[in-house]
């Protein structure tokens, strides 16, 4: 019935696991028609995990959109003398060397104008404040190559920051009227080896960054408090049960640099643009610690939840496992937002 609309997969790579989600759009309605999700040991089992994950996913299309991330996507925020995105453009390539620490010719660049400069001269702004993002070429395109080798097609490569954004927005459109003008959130997504984060004001993205901590370093401090093999202080964080109060002592001083670390950014918008950060929005893995909400929230001194990307979304119940969905909701908003993004 859905195979001739307009369907696409988000498909979200991760360092422990692999997230995919398939939305169809049927008119107004975005829906969800499949949804995958598998842990994988290694990075040397990440093909084979792919390979039976969409062999086994009920999935309707081979469109996918999937993301970059780590030490091979950089973000730059520069000051610029205002001109056309087209002279934006000629002009950080020209001085590429000034903003990126790789070779011009082995990245792809994005760069987004975020605002005016205001100027001490009453006529106006003469310059503005851009957002650059640079990816390896190699990565974007093993990653392209591994999909087409899997009989996949890639319809777009993002940044993960970027992808929450558009969960979002998404999340906006189906459940209008929440927020009100002028909002400025922070979503932060926690995975296993790092944190993405990105600062929306009315739904436009300000401030973008990974940081390289996340829930590998919780599993890490479980392990030494613990003696655990890392399997198994891997299953006591996502399940503490009675040993909660325990768990949460071990992973204290590493909860506190990685809130600490997170602040950092959102002193660095503030203390760049007018305003605050008003509410920050958690999604990721590490969210399924029954303490991370409070205890980050302390670290903010702002309003802090778990956010759930896929609310609001239709979901077709014959073939998607609605419970594991539900389960498993904070942690698909990068998988979302890759999907939303080329709906």
């Not at 070429?137 to 996949?152: H, T, W």
């Amino acid at each position: 019935m859905l195979k001739h609309r307009k369907s696409i997969v988000g498909l979200d790579i991760g360092s422990s696991s692999i997230k995919a989600i398939e939305i169809t759009q049927d008119k107004f309605d975005y829906v969800i028609s499949a949804f995958a999700q598998v842990d994988i040991p290694n990075e040397q089992a990440r093909r084979d995990a792919l390979a039976d994950l969409f062999r086994n996913g009920g999935f309707r299309t081979k469109r996918v959109a999937t993301a970059v991330s780590g030490k091979s996507v950089i973000f730059r925020y520069v000051n610029m003398a205002q001109m056309t995105p087209e002279q934006m453009h000629s002009a950080v390539r020209f001085e590429a060397d000034k903003y990126i620490p790789f070779d011009l010719d082995e990245v792809e660049l994005d760069i987004q104008k975020l605002l005016d400069v205001p100027s001490h001269v009453e006529e106006g702004s003469d310059e503005m404040k851009v957002l650059l993002v640079a990816a390896k070429k190699a990565i974007v395109q093993d990653q392209a190559a591994m999909l087409s080798e899997l009989g996949l097609q890639p319809v777009g490569i993002n940044v993960d920051a970027f992808a929450l954004g558009n969960a979002f927005e998404l999340n906006d459109i189906v459940s209008p009227g929440l927020r009100g003008s002028d909002h400025t959130v922070a979503l932060v997504d926690i995975g296993f080896s790092k944190a993405s984060i990105n600062i929306l004001r009315n739904n436009v993205t300000y401030f973008a960054r990974e940081v390289a901590m996340g829930g590998q370093d919780l599993t890490n401090a479980i392990t030494r408090r613990f003696g655990l093999e890392p399997f198994e202080a891997e299953a006591l964080k996502r399940d503490p049960q009675e040993q909660v109060a325990e768990v949460q002592d071990a992973v204290q001083a590493a909860l506190d640099d990685l809130g600490n670390e997170i602040n950092l950014s959102f002193d660095f918008f503030e203390n760049q643009f007018e305003g605050e950060v008003q509410e920050v929005l958690l999604s990721g893995g590490s969210v399924l610690l029954p303490f991370l909400e409070e205890t980050l929230e302390r670290t903010f001194e702002k309003r802090t939840r778990v956010w759930n990307p896929i609310e609001g979304l239709k979901v077709r119940s014959d073939n998607v496992d609605v419970e594991a969905l539900n389960q498993f909701a904070p942690q698909l908003a990068v998988a979302v937002g890759l999907a939303a993004g080329t709906c």
